[in-house]
C-alpha cells in the first residue's frame, strides 16, 4: 500500500503500535452510534485484528488508514473503505477524528478527499457512498462538499437511547 500525501496529512496502513489508539477509539462509547457498536473490544482482539490488517483490499473487502499529521507517526484518526465491491465497483467510506480537538480543522476533508483520489483512481471504484445519521451535521456537510449527494433516507434505522433516528444514504459516482 502506498502511503497517501496530502498539505496536513498522511494516510498509512495500520501498524502493531496502533493498538492503543484503536483500543480508545472502539471503546469509546461516544463514537459506538457512528460505528453501530454495541460491546467493547479486547486487545486481543484488536491486536488479531492488527495481524491481518496487511490483506489487500481485494481479499478483506476493506482497507482501514490511519489519518496521520505530516512528520508525525501517531494517528488521529482512521478512515475506512468498505464493504469493497470489485465486481459493481463500488465501496463504503467512512471516517473518525479521534480527538473532538482535532476536528473541524480539515484533517478529514483532506483524508475523504486522498481516499477518493485513491478509490477512483487505484482501485477503479465507480462510485462510494456513506451512511450517514442526519442529526450528523458536521459528515453530512463534510461528504456533501466532495459531492455526494443524499440519495435516500432510511426511516427510524439506528437507535439511540430508546430513540429511533433516520440514517441518509449519500453515494457520489465518478463522472467520466
Known amino acids: 500500500m502506498v ?3 496530502g498539505n496536513t496529512i498522511y494516510l498509512r496502513a495500520l501498524e502493531p503500535e496502533d493498538l492503543e489508539f484503536i483500543y480508545r477509539l472502539e471503546n469509546n462509547e461516544k463514537v459506538w452510534q457512528v460505528s453501530n457498536t454495541i460491546a467493547p473490544y479486547s486487545r486481543f482482539l484488536i491486536r488479531q485484528y492488527l495481524e491481518n490488517a496487511h490483506q489487500d483490499i481485494f481479499e478483506a473487502k476493506q ?3 490511519a489519518i ?3 512528520g508525525e507517526t501517531e494517528a488521529i484518526g482512521l478512515i475506512d473503505l468498505f464493504e469493497f ?3 459493481n465497483q463500488r465501496a463504503g467510506v467512512g471516517i473518525i477524528i479521534q480527538d473532538e480537538a482535532q476536528r473541524g480543522k480539515g484533517y478529514g476533508a483532506e483524508a475523504l478527499g486522498l481516499v477518493i483520489q485513491y478509490a477512483f483512481n487505484r482501485l477503479q471504484v465507480h462510485q462510494l457512498y456513506a451512511n450517514i445519521d442526519i442529526a450528523n451535521a458536521a459528515s453530512v456537510s463534510l461528504f456533501t462538499n466532495f459531492g455526494f449527494e443524499c440519495t435516500g433516507v432510511k426511516k427510524g434505522w439506528n437507535k439511540r437511547d430508546g430513540v429511533f433516528y433516520d440514517e441518509a444514504f449519500y453515494q457520489l459516482i ?3
Open 174 to 176: 465518478k463522472k467520466n
Open 3 to 5: 502511503t497517501l500525501t
Open 85 to 87: 465491491d470489485p465486481l
Open 63 to 65: 482497507l482501514r488508514l
Open 68 to 70: 496521520c499529521l505530516n
